[in-house]
């Protein structure tokens, strides 16, 4: 002590000294002043004395680190991280997500329905940090890596989203107003639990979502306790709104969570306005902060996502087909390398191929051929036994047509060519077979309640011909507005019969070619989808013989026009497409049904050696995964007591704790609910894969769900320690068993046929093993 004052005392005289020049240089300039010159002593005595205090050395900088924190998270980075590398084969759905890995690297278009492009981002930029170019034939799960791909960063930003899960469900804990005990336990069950630790180490999605998720909660939680007066933590809303966009961005059910968080934003807010010791300006203030963080900046964030891909993905690939004419000639190759310096407006005698607006079953073009109609069809119906006119899925030259005016024989482009217009009758002549399109009162041949579409043939039969078919361009600007390639969706409405030309979606029989059914069908049965057609490929016509304007739909001729797609327009038709064009679903060996995966009724098995016993599953920690179903249901139960004795006046917990109850509730019960609940709606295959982000939040209830009992439920010192007793209990089961399932969560060590038997705690999990 006495060693320390003097230390002390030291320091004073020595900080004294070097104040003391100072003080005489003011005295100096005092004495000066008072010689007659003017001074100003207030500001130079301040900033003297700002100089004094900069040369004070060393400056020393206090944080508070905490250590639980830190060794958690470490412990998180090596379980995700370690042997990233192994195994050195396509594990599972990377067999999937490899593809479109390999097409962002080629920037080759895609459409991936299950979800927006952010993840898939996410994913080639691993791969991009790692150098792989994208030549790597996904086709089998098991195919070995070549020694050029670089395993470690493909799979290097799922395993960091996943370990950075762990610190998040800590200070998500905090962030709820419970003890640092119970974050330590929470982030425990997340750090020890095996099905995450699988999903996170290998090239999938799943634990991107949840990283963004629990960010995305955090983030709004802690804006919600900072202080009033501080402005700075809406940097924190900001964050979360931000991360509701990411999470959205990576898959669409993060959309439900993100509903979830602007619900509870939204009780704070009402909240918050009915506060009177809040001044009105401060509370449209917040209001306006509120909706810019939650609602509008999410919004423009996902727009971003799409403007990203659809910058980078600029190169014709394997998907084209299922957009628009207008979106395929906006990208390199493909459409754009046949379309380019096509004639912008469609004139009479122009030659074109017609492309139906429908994207189911399959994209197709207005097709005839030299074969007709069948006298009589197989349910006995007769037909006009005129051509067929069908809708083919691949590029012909029997896709060609002629835009003929109906009052000229001529089929060439006049000069200056004469443009079509919206509301303009035309006739439209098969290119190679110089039949008109034809329709009339004969039933379709597949689909009886629509009219026959044929190419007439005059066969002397009283049957006359009604070839005239009206212009309607559905997306016009103007009445007058010209007929355009690629960019105007038009429908060709039968001037006789008033019916419109469409794509029925049935596949013909043999005797048509298994083509789809072309139909005309009247205005009031139609109920849209394939309706439109959009001028694909467009020539000006110059041959009005056969045989001449054979060999021009052959050898075409271009001039030069410029032609654009907007961002918009791109954006909301691959939007469209995201949404509503499915692919079909198969079962699957693994898929299971959400009531499953309750109680893990199921494992996925992941990857399996090629000679050995080493494999990986999907399988979770059973004791963890039975506390987190334990703790939902006592949950739900405490909760009914609680509302029930409440609304007969029976207030068993103060109103602070009772909201400490209310949010846990709401965070991780609806959490759990808005996961998992959608599913049951879905008919889509699933895999247990699909519940992780709902077991998130019900590990995040866990441990504060024992606190709040340990802390307000039992009074009894004895009670109290016998709780702590069973939650250790419970914890070291929970290390246990995560230890027990290891081999099968690396892969390794490799273990023999009994070994791997012993692992099969319930009899539908398929264990895989070889007898030696």
């Known amino acids: 002590m006495e060693r320390h004052r003097q230390n002390q005392s030291n320091t004073i005289e020595l900080l004294t000294s070097q104040t003391e020049p100072i003080e005489h240089m003011e005295r100096h300039r005092l004495n000066q002043s008072s010689a007659g010159d003017t001074v100003t002593i207030g500001p130079v005595t ?25 060794l958690v998270s470490l412990w998180s980075l090596w379980s995700r991280l ?55 034939v996904w086709n089998r799960i098991g195919a070995e890596y070549p020694s050029s791909v670089s395993v470690w960063s493909l799979r290097l930003l799922p395993a960091l989203c996943g370990a950075l899960c762990v610190p998040l469900v800590y200070l998500l804990t905090l962030e709820l107003k419970f003890s640092h005990l119970s974050a330590l336990g929470a982030a425990l ?17 799943e634990s991107v979502l949840i990283f963004f998720l629990l960010l995305a909660f955090f983030s709004y939680l802690r804006f919600h306790n900072s202080p009033s007066s501080s402005w700075s933590r809406f940097s924190w809303l900001l964050v979360s709104g931000a991360s509701c966009s990411a999470a959205v961005g990576v898959k669409y059910m993060g959309v439900f969570s993100y509903l979830l968080l602007l619900g509870v934003a939204s009780l704070h807010t009402w909240k918050l306005i009915g506060d009177r010791t809040v001044n ?5 203030v917040q209001c306006v902060c509120r909706f810019v963080c939650l609602l509008l900046v999410p919004v423009l964030l996902y727009v971003f996502w799409f403007y990203v891909h659809l910058s980078l993905l600029n190169r014709s690939g394997p998907h ?43 994209p197709c073009w207005l097709h005839s051929h030299k074969a007709n109609y069948p006298i009589r069809y197989e349910n006995g119906r007769g037909s006009s036994h005129q051509q067929q006119v069908t809708c083919y899925p691949f590029k012909d030259v029997n896709n060609w047509w002629v835009v003929k005016d109906p009052s000229r024989q001529d089929l060439v482009v006049g000069s200056p060519p004469r443009p079509v217009r919206h509301g303009d009758v035309i006739q439209l002549v098969h290119g190679m077979t110089s039949r008109f399109l034809n329709s009339h009162d004969v039933a379709a041949p597949m689909s009886p309640h629509a009219q026959e579409v044929s190419g007439y043939i005059d066969f002397n039969a009283s049957m006359a011909t009604q070839n005239l078919w009206r212009v309607d361009i559905s997306n016009r600007e103007a009445e007058s507005e010209v007929w355009k390639t690629i960019l105007s969706e038009v429908r060709l409405v039968h001037v006789n019969t008033s019916a419109v030309l469409k794509m029925s979606g049935v596949s013909l029989p043999d005797w048509g070619f298994g083509q789809l059914e072309v139909v005309a069908e009247k205005l009031f049965k139609l109920h849209g989808g394939s309706l439109g057609w959009t001028v694909e490929e467009h020539r000006y016509g110059t041959s009005q013989e056969q045989k001449e304007r054979e060999a021009e739909l ?81 949950y739900q139960l405490l909760a009914a007591v609680y509302v029930l004795r409440r609304r007969r006046g029976i207030k068993d917990l103060p109103e602070s704790v009772w909201d400490q109850f209310v949010c846990l509730g709401c965070v991780c019960v609806g959490g759990w609910l808005v996961n998992f609940v959608p599913f049951l709606l879905m008919e889509k295959t699933l895999f247990l894969y699909h519940y992780l982000p709902a077991l998130c939040y019900l590990y995040l209830l866990c441990p504060a769900l024992l606190e709040h009992t340990h802390t307000n439920l039992l009074s009894d010192v004895t ?54």
């Open 320 to 362: 084209d087909q299922q957009m628009s004419s207008a979106f395929q000639a906006s990208l390199q190759g493909g459409l754009s390398r046949i379309t380019q310096g096509q004639p912008l407006e469609v004139a009479y005698g122009s030659q074109v191929t017609l492309r139906s607006s429908a994207s189911q079953p399959i």
């Open 280 to 284: 009105h300006i401060s509370v449209c």
């Open 82 to 136: 370690s042997h990233l590398n192994y195994p050195g084969a396509v594990v599972f759905d990377e067999v999937y997500y490899g593809q479109f890995v390999s097409l962002y690297m080629k920037r080759v278009f895609f459409i991936d329905d299950s979800g927006p492009p952010l993840g898939h981002m996410i994913l080639a930029l691993g791969a991009y940090l790692g150098g792989f170019d994208g030549n790597f």
């Open 189 to 205: 069950l997340l750090l020890l639990e095996n099905s995450l630790i699988v999903q996170s180490r290998f090239m999938l999605l």
């Open 46 to 70: 301040t900033t003297t004395h700002r100089v004094s205090v900069m040369l004070q050395l060393p400056w020393v900088v206090t944080a508070q680190v905490d250590v639980v924190l830190v």
């Open 719 to 772: 009670h109290r320690r016998a709780l702590c007793v069973f939650a250790s209990t419970v914890l070291l089961s929970v290390f246990l068993s995560y230890r027990t399932f290891c081999p099968l969560t690396y892969g390794s060590p490799e273990l023999s046929a009994t070994q791997l038997q012993g692992l099969k705690w319930r009899d539908t999990w398929d264990i895989l093993y070889r007898r030696r």
């Open 554 to 634: 052959h050898s075409p001729t271009h001039i030069d026009v410029d032609r654009k797609i907007s961002f918009w327009a791109k954006f909301l038709e691959l939007q469209w497409k995201m949404l509503t064009v499915k692919q079909e679903d198969s079962e699957h060996k693994y898929s299971s049904a959400p009531l499953e995966w309750i109680t893990m009724e199921t494992n996925i098995a992941y990857w399996l050696h090629s000679s050995t016993n080493a494999q990986i599953h999907l399988i979770g920690n059973p004791v963890s995964w039975g506390v987190a179903n334990l703790s939902l249901l006592a």
